[in-house]
């Protein structure tokens, strides 16, 4: 994977073709629970992220097939495909993600996130409380109301 005007490369995360580091980045970094690479041989893998007051910002690449498993998260999570393909999988309902279709994970859902060859994406995660406080501002009222 090329260096040149990757994404948040001021941000390094993870750079490896050591898929037990990959994993222990995942876990610890990015609070991941499932990691696994069917054909290890040839696995690249990289990760630039950025932690700002209720958002982050994230970019992750993987040179062979990867499946990564995320457990519920207190925020909203949208991935968007960059090149190759990936899908995402939650409560059984299978999205494909792309250059053309992104994903959208809500707050409190596991998610299975299958990546594909050469895949390279961005990730923008939201603050759960911060994205309701904001509705509730620009609705004039309580964001969690039930109607």
Known sequence: MTHLEEPLQRFPAVRTSDTEEMKHALFTAYGATGFDVPDPDGFEGCGNYVQLEDIALGFCAYGAPTKVNFPEGDFVRQQ???????????????????????CITSPERSATLQFGRNYKQLILR???TALERKLSLILGGDADRKN
């Open 80 to 102: 968007i495909g960059l090149s190759g393909h990936a899908a995402t999988t939650i409560d059984g309902a299978t999205t494909e993600i792309h250059a053309r279709q992104s």
């Open 126 to 128: 939201v603050d759960k």
